[in-house]
């Protein structure tokens, strides 16, 4: 699964590069124009990581940051702040309120995107390696191998895709909507009911006779990756 970027940024042009660029790099992006947007956005739906912009039109770069430390599904989630101002006390200001990393204006898109790498496998060392593991459940990204409990597991490639999204963030639960825009893309017109076929089929194949079901179904929520009596 392509890690998911918010680009929290006011100035068009810039977002427009960011985002070829990011999407060019193998990226799923997304953009957002000021402090009110990036926190609706990042509640409907949250990123991988935030490209965070210091000065932001309504709520400022900073207080989107500390209202993201505060919140409990949030409070991990990767920022990268970008600003003109370049002062160390404003560099340490910024780091303070508990963005990961700070990259001055201008810098160049290959700057940012290597940034935004290291900062990823901080944060995520399990998907920044070749493979994830949960549970007694494997995968390979290299070769597209699962694995559960060492018995080989053979599954499409929308299976695979929503697997390893599952994977990505256990114990979570995911509406349909949710799934469709990671798994499918936000341009798919594909019904939410899609998801529950998909899922049938990923949870006959995950789970052989006698196993725990791991694939955990909320009524009128969605559905999550997670340990039974977890």
Request: contains cysteine.
């Amino acid at each position: 699964m392509k890690p998911s970027i918010l680009v929290v940024e006011d100035e068009p042009a810039l977002v427009e590069l960011l985002l070829y660029n990011l999407e060019k790099e193998g990226f799923r992006a997304a953009a957002a124009s000021d402090g009110e947007e990036a926190l609706l956005v990042i509640a409907e739906r949250k990123p991988d990581l935030v490209v965070l912009d210091w000065m932001l039109p309504h709520v400022s770069g900073l207080e989107v940051c500390r209202q993201l430390r505060r919140g409990a599904e949030t409070r991990d989630l990767p920022v990268i702040m970008l600003t003109a101002r370049g002062e160390e006390s404003d560099r340490v200001r910024g780091l303070e309120v508990g963005a990961d990393d700070y990259i001055p204006k201008p810098f160049s898109p290959s700057e940012l995107i290597a940034r935004i790498r290291a900062v990823l496998r901080r944060a995520r060392p399990a998907t920044a390696s070749e493979t994830m593991a949960y549970a007694g459940v494997r995968i390979d990204l290299a070769t597209h191998r699962i694995t559960r409990n060492g018995r080989q597991i053979h599954l499409g490639p929308t299976e695979f895709r929503l697997l390893q999204f599952l994977m990505e963030r256990p114990g979570r639960v995911y509406a349909r909507e949710q799934l469709l825009d990671a798994v499918w893309g936000q341009d798919s017109d594909i019904e939410p009911r899609t998801v529950d076929v998909h899922v049938r089929r990923l949870r006959r194949a995950l789970n052989a006779p006698g196993e725990p079901d791991l694939i955990r179904t909320v009524r009128s929520a969605g559905y999550a990756l997670d340990k039974p009596d977890s």
